[in-house]
């Protein structure tokens, strides 16, 4: 059986941000026995990964380390009309991607005890996210 829903995340500011709660509150509950969840972002400056839920600091060394791989105002940049921010947005999307995958285990996401789902917002005003959520089971 396959469900799916469609919702919006928040606006949020330039980063790494823990939103496993958020896409908690939007998915169908009880979430099936077992499964498949896939989450899809339908944007193309911001991403979607599961990192560290702990400390903080990993959200903030994310972003700085993906902010020194793919810098803004480079002179080769050519899609430059919407900000220097928007070019390395779209690359840091293409780096980390804009779906996720996560099994569904006893009607629970099968995340490690130290895994979160982040929305990596590329954007300095990225706006409010479109998030499609996919459960197969």
């Known amino acids: 059986m396959v469900t799916q829903t469609e919702f919006t995340l928040p606006a949020m500011s330039r980063g790494c941000h823990l939103v496993t709660h958020h896409i908690l509150q939007q998915l169908p509950s009880p979430l099936?026995?077992?499964?498949l969840l896939n989450l899809f972002v339908k944007h193309t400056s911001c991403g979607l990964s599961i990192n560290e839920n702990a400390d903080p600091d990993v959200r903030t060394d994310m972003s700085q380390i993906l902010n020194h791989l793919i810098p803004e105002n480079q002179s080769y940049y050519d899609h430059t009309l919407e900000g220097p921010d928007d070019m390395p947005a779209h690359?840091?999307?293409?780096?980390?991607?804009?779906?996720i995958n996560i099994p569904i285990s006893k009607h629970r996401l099968n995340?490690?005890?130290?895994?979160?789902?982040?929305l990596c917002e590329f954007r300095n005003?990225?706006?409010?996210?479109?998030?499609?959520?996919?459960?197969i089971s």
């Open 32 to 35: 099936p026995e077992s499964g």
């Open 91 to 99: 690359a840091k999307s293409t780096i980390v991607g804009t779906s």
């Open 125 to 135: 005003y990225g706006g409010p996210r479109h998030i499609v959520a996919t459960i």
């Open 111 to 118: 995340l490690g005890t130290w895994q979160g789902i982040y």
